[in-house]
């Protein structure tokens, strides 16, 4: 079975750090392209950031210089490092894998930044 499994959300102050972290199971992260999407209350799930196949970091340009993806082949697991955070990123934050056959989500991890 395949598993994408998201974790190190929590509460920052804004102008804080954090990065979150999502580990594939029954899947090889390596071999596809990696996304991060945020869901606020009441919007829609947004595009944050890819991790292309070759291990390109990608990012709008709304968030580039503050949210970076990253990959580490060994450990089966990709990156967000989120900085300057702002109230505004508060959010919930998902991994999500689109293959040929198949679209993966993981279940989401809480990010709050306070004022």
């Known amino acids: 079975q395949v598993q994408l499994v998201e974790s190190g959300g929590g509460l920052v102050q804004s102008g804080g750090s954090l990065e979150l972290s999502c580990t594939g199971s029954?899947?090889?992260?390596?071999?596809?392209?990696t996304d991060w999407y945020r869901q606020a209350p009441g919007k829609s799930r947004d595009f944050v950031a890819r991790v292309t196949e070759g291990g390109i970091a990608i990012s709008p340009d709304s968030l580039k210089g503050r949210f970076t993806a990253s990959r580490d082949n060994a450990k089966n697991t990709v990156y967000l490092r989120m900085n300057s955070l702002k109230p505004e990123d508060t959010a919930v934050y998902y991994c999500?894998?689109?293959?040929?056959?198949?679209?993966?989500w993981g279940q989401g991890t809480q990010v709050t930044v306070s004022s």
């Open positions: 999500h894998v689109d293959t040929n056959q198949a679209k993966y």
């Open positions: 029954g899947i090889l992260l390596s071999i596809v392209a």
